[in-house]
T-cell receptor, first 109, second 113 residues
Framework: EDKVVQSPLSLVVHEGDTVTLNCSYEVTNFRSLLWYKQEKKAPTFLFML????IEKKSGRLSSILDKKELFSILNITATQTGDSAIYLCAVTAGNQFYFGTGTSLTVIP | NAGVMQNPRHLVRRRGQEARLRCSPMKGHSHVYWYRQLPEEGLKFMVY????????ESGMPKERFSAEFPKEGPSILRIQQVVRGDSAAYFC???????????FGPGTRLTVL
């Protein structure tokens, strides 16, 4: 059965720390992997990854995909309290869209 | 505990017809969210409902689209007089509370011919 697994489930860090969030997947006909930041209302799109080894970067956030080992990581450097959110990973495979359950990140001042 | 259920999984409509998409939240969840997946952009928020109430419909087009979450039964996203541009995947998510993790359904893929 196709699935997307994120780890850790939750994480508490201090401001300034660097965090790495993990997403592993097991799907057939993989097309892309997407990262979202979910705050109160709706997930905010962060990155879409389709190719292995190419890092995508946006400010303090970066992400990379390993299609051989079937995982992706999302890095956040110099964390701020505004980074506190749930980070969702989703994988598109064929015509399907699979979500992980998310990693809840709390950044303490 | 079954996850979020959506049906149908695939729906084909001709221009001008109506589309009805259903979402049954996880047991114990009273908050439902509808999203539309656009290519290259990921999910776009449409509407947030609690039982019998629309809390936030700021992402939903003003015309032809409506949503409800009755006291009994699933939440329904209704699109009247569909056009080709409505073709997309529509996802529903549910949560026990507004600040809780949203659990997503498998989506309904709407194709308008």
């Amino acid at each position: 059965e196709d699935k997307v697994v994120q780890s850790p489930l939750s994480l508490v860090v201090h401001e300034g720390d660097t965090v790495t969030l993990n997403c592993s997947y097991e799907v057939t006909n993989f097309r892309s992997l997407l990262w979202y930041k979910q705050e109160k209302k709706a997930p905010t799109f962060l990155f879409m990854l389709t190719s292995s080894g190419i890092e995508k970067k946006s400010g303090r956030l970066s992400s990379i995909l390993d299609k051989k080992e079937l995982f992706s990581i999302l890095n956040i450097t110099a964390t701020q309290t505004g980074d506190s959110a749930i980070y969702l990973c989703a994988v598109t495979a064929g015509n399907q869209f699979y979500f992980g359950t998310g990693t809840s990140l709390t950044v303490i001042p | 505990n079954a996850g979020v259920m959506q049906n149908p999984r695939h729906l084909v409509r001709r221009r001008g017809q109506e589309a009805r998409l259903r979402c049954s939240p996880m047991k114990g969840h009273s908050h439902v969210y509808w999203y539309r997946q656009l290519p290259e952009e990921g999910l776009k928020f449409m509407v947030y409902l609690q039982k019998e109430n629309i809390i936030d419909e700021s992402g939903m087009p003003k015309e032809r689209f409506s949503a409800e979450f009755p006291k009994e039964g699933p939440s329904i996203l209704r699109i009247q007089q569909v056009v080709r541009g409505d073709s997309a995947a529509y996802f529903c998510a549910s949560s026990p509370g507004v600040t809780d993790t949203q659990y997503f359904g498998p989506g309904t893929r709407l194709t308008v011919l």
